[in-house]
T-cell receptor, first 115, second 111 residues
Framework: EPEVTQTPSHQVTQMGQEVILRCVPI?????FYWYRQILGQKVEFLVS????????KSEIFDDQFSVERPDGSNFTLKIRSTKLEDSAMYFC?????????????FGNGTRLTVT | RKEVEQDPGPFNVPEGATVAFNCTYS??????FFWYRQDCRKEPKLLMS???SGNEDGRFTAQLNRASQYISLLIRDSKLSDSATYLC????????????FGKGTRLHILP
């Protein structure tokens, strides 16, 4: 069964550094998402991406964050000037099409630790 | 009203019991509804989509009440393996692309 893959599984970075989290969505999927989950808290929507542009973004997704689909397979989340509070699990997800019952498929996540 | 609100947990129920989860959502125009489960430190996994007429998948039954903006999940004959956090998920966007999770309800099935 096709799956969403994320790399790395764990990223440790120093405060103030930039990180890029990588995702390969399922190949025939058209919609891509990033979510964040701080330990013990809810899964928070960051951004959705369709047709090479951002569709929706949350209040969390400020100028510190950016997304890109640099080629036909990868979907990346860049976090500039990381802060301690950016430490979280970051999940990438994709979905096939915009029909009302098309569910999200998640990757295993990248655990980001900012020290 | 919060975008997606769920019962606070945790629920501790004996094996074999029936357990029900409730969820309300704020956007009356929402069209897509799902239940996901999440095991500790793992990614959310789709349990079932929720259809307007209600739907069943084995021991699991989902219901949607659009008038009340309310979704439910019923688990019958609960198993130890059902222990997880259950997440209510609603598409809040105008173009099906702002999919919001509730805080989740933790379920512990007791032997």
């Amino acid at each position: 069964e096709p799956e969403v893959t994320q790399t790395p599984s764990h990223q440790v970075t120093q405060m103030g550094q930039e990180v890029i989290l990588r995702c390969v969505p399922i190949s025939n999927h058209l919609y891509f998402y990033w979510y964040r989950q701080i330990l013990g808290q809810k899964v928070e929507f960051l951004v959705s991406f369709y047709n090479n542009e951002i569709s929706e973004k949350s209040e969390i997704f400020d100028d510190q964050f950016s997304v890109e689909r640099p080629d036909g397979s990868n979907f990346t989340l860049k976090i500039r000037s990381t802060k301690l509070e950016d430490s979280a699990m970051y999940f990438c997800a994709s979905r096939e099409q915009s029909s009302y019952n098309s569910p999200l498929h998640f990757g295993n996540g990248t655990r980001l630790t900012v020290t | 009203r919060k975008e997606v609100e769920q019962d606070p947990g945790p629920f501790n129920v004996p094996e074999g019991a029936t357990v029900a989860f409730n969820c309300t959502y704020s956007n009356s125009a929402s069209q897509s509804f799902f239940w996901y489960r999440q095991d500790c430190r793992k990614e959310p996994k789709l349990l079932m989509s929720v259809y307007s007429s209600g739907n069943e998948d084995g021991r699991f039954t989902a219901q949607l009440n659009r008038a009340s903006q309310y979704i439910s999940l019923l688990i019958r004959d609960s198993k130890l393996s059902d222990s997880a956090t259950y997440l209510c998920v609603v598409n809040m966007g105008n173009r099906d692309d702002k999919i919001i999770f509730g805080k989740g309800t933790r379920l512990h099935i007791l032997p």
